[in-house]
């Protein structure tokens, strides 16, 4: 994603979190003790089922996702009132249990639930605070738990339907962020990055467990949802008064690109490269002022195609704008969203294209290949802001190589400050955005502009529509390269806490 300046001047000021950081680790060791205390009893069966793990083990978001299961399609059903922001949802999520389990738990937060079942059948559940982790803009938790108790142990490797019937209001309570965002006439959309799916639906929010979705958005006739992926249907409910929207996402997706929406918005639809279906979101009166700037999409898929030797990774992408109420923009899966200040001066310069770029980079970077955990956002970040500098070079906004030798400078106190940027100490800040596209730009340097390109095409190739890992990203550079002293050169310019010097530019400092 991209923040405003402001939210990025936020972000640096924002050292609350660390402080709790502080508070979970010393909880984290007095638990330990007592855990030593407790008398040891026989280590159950290792196929004997048992409570799925309330957290994925992220490093950064120790209390979110969860273990125990697999989720293989999240089938979504929201009703939204704009205005009032009131919802009733149906969440139905088909997994695979990955241990026998006797309980599992989803994610929520702010949502109250009112009717669990697995296959059919009802379920007990119970909702309880989450645990505590560090992160962006503060987030200083992750959310709550759902934990479900099937009226039957689940074996392992059994396939299960779990729906969950909810409700709740958009401006509710949460305990950890909002993934809501308000719209000045009653519309709203969703960005959830890092961990904030759980707001509006019960998932498993890890970026490790990637699913398909399918969506169903209720909404009163006259307002348009929208949603990642393609429009599959569209049907009255009772009276009339209300219409739903049916959408599909055939490509697996991490919960934190879930990109639903429902506004006073008309949808631009256009042909991208070869045949590519290009499909666009833009506020109802304001699509004269937006047209011309989203017909760029193209030629940018085009360029970023030319740049990587690989096809658009989706079969359907396009932009989003909001009227008001967001200043970021954010990768939403097939469905990137922006607020409208990006666009402010488009009549004068077309400099804002860079954004639009960085956020397409990421469809290949982030969203087709996903980190298995948020401490490796560097591969999503770093990317993004590489091909968007490489974007501003070559269209004569700034050159490259200053901007990479303004970062180098930067980075090497923010190394020390923030962690590298294979190890950040919490997400949003320069180590994992510039910082990064500093490695990519200094391994471009060692390699060559051919066997750079070459290692990043094979990247988003080899692990299309799956997780990957820093360890991945150096394995495959060797590869592609044949060199492997690149092991050694990327392990020093992600984890040290000083730059290396870069090579070709041994001026810089
Ligand atoms: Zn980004």
Redesign the pocket.
């Known amino acids: ?2 923040h405003s300046m402001r939210l990025a001047w936020l972000t640096t000021r924002v050292p609350e979190h660390r402080l709790r950081m502080r508070g979970a680790t010393a909880l984290g060791v007095s638990l330990a003790c007592l855990a030593l205390a407790v008398p040891a009893h026989a280590a159950p069966a290792p196929n004997s089922p048992r409570p799925g793990a309330p957290g994925a083990g992220d490093p950064l978001f120790p209390g979110a996702g969860n273990g125990g299961y697999d989720v293989r399609n999240y089938d979504l059903s929201l009703d939204v009132t704009p205005g009032s922001y009131d919802y009733t949802g149906t969440m139905k999520v088909s997994a695979v249990a990955t241990h026998g389990l006797t309980s599992f738990n989803l994610d929520t937060d702010g949502h109250t639930i009112d009717r669990v079942t697995v296959d059919g059948r009802p379920a007990g559940f119970r909702v309880t605070e989450g645990p505590g982790g560090g992160g962006e803009d503060g987030e200083s938790t992750t959310g709550q738990e759902l934990t479900i108790t099937p009226k039957k142990p689940l074996r392992d490797h059994r396939a299960f339907q779990v729906t969950v019937d909810y409700h709740g209001n958009g401006k509710g309570d949460r305990t950890g962020p909002n993934g809501w965002w308000y719209v000045s006439d009653g519309g709203f959309a969703s960005a959830v990055q890092t961990t904030r799916a759980d707001t509006i639906a019960p998932v498993n929010d890890t970026p490790s467990d990637k699913a398909t979705w399918n969506f169903h958005l209720t909404a009163p006739r006259g307002w348009t949802p929208g949603a990642n992926g393609e429009r599959t249907g569209k049907r009255p409910v009772g009276d009339g008064s209300k219409v739903t929207w049916d959408y599909e996402l055939k490509s697996p997706m991490a919960t934190e690109l879930m990109g639903i929406s429902v506004g006073r918005q008309t949808e631009l639809r256009a042909k991208g490269p070869h045949g590519l279906a290009l499909r666009h979101l833009v506020p109802s009166d304001q699509v004269e002022l937006y047209r011309p700037i989203v017909e760029k999409t193209g030629e940018q898929i085009s360029w970023m195609e030319k740049q990587l030797d690989a096809a658009y990774p989706f079969d359907v992408y396009g932009m989003q704008i909001l009227k008001d109420g967001y200043t970021a ?3 939403n899966q097939t469905l990137s969203l922006f607020g409208p200040g990006w666009f402010r001066d488009a009549d004068k310069n077309e400099e804002y294209t860079t954004t639009m770029v ?2 397409l ?2 469809q290949w970077f ?1 969203d087709s290949v996903t980190p298995s955990d948020w401490q490796q956002a560097w591969l ?2 770093g990317p ?2 590489y091909y968007a500098a490489r974007w501003a070079d070559e269209k004569g906004y700034e050159p490259m190589e200053e901007k990479m030798r303004a970062a180098y400078g930067e980075l090497d106190d923010v190394r020390r400050t923030d962690g590298p940027p294979g190890r950040p100490t919490e997400l949003g800040g320069f180590n994992i ?1 510039d910082g990064a596209a500093v490695v990519l730009y200094a391994l471009g340097q060692e390699t060559g502009r051919h066997t750079f390109d070459r290692i990043m095409g094979s990247w988003v190739k080899r692990y299309a529509h799956g997780n990957a890992s820093s360890a991945d990203f150096i394995e495959n550079a060797v590869r592609v390269s044949g060199d492997s002293s690149l092991e050694g050169f990327l392990t020093h310019w992600l984890y040290d806490t000083e730059n290396p010097p870069m090579p070709g530019h041994p001026d810089w400092t």
Do not use: I, Q, S
Request: glycine share 6%.
């Open positions: 994603m991209r923009a954010m990768e960085h956020e980079t990421h982030g999503n970040e993004a802001v955005y």
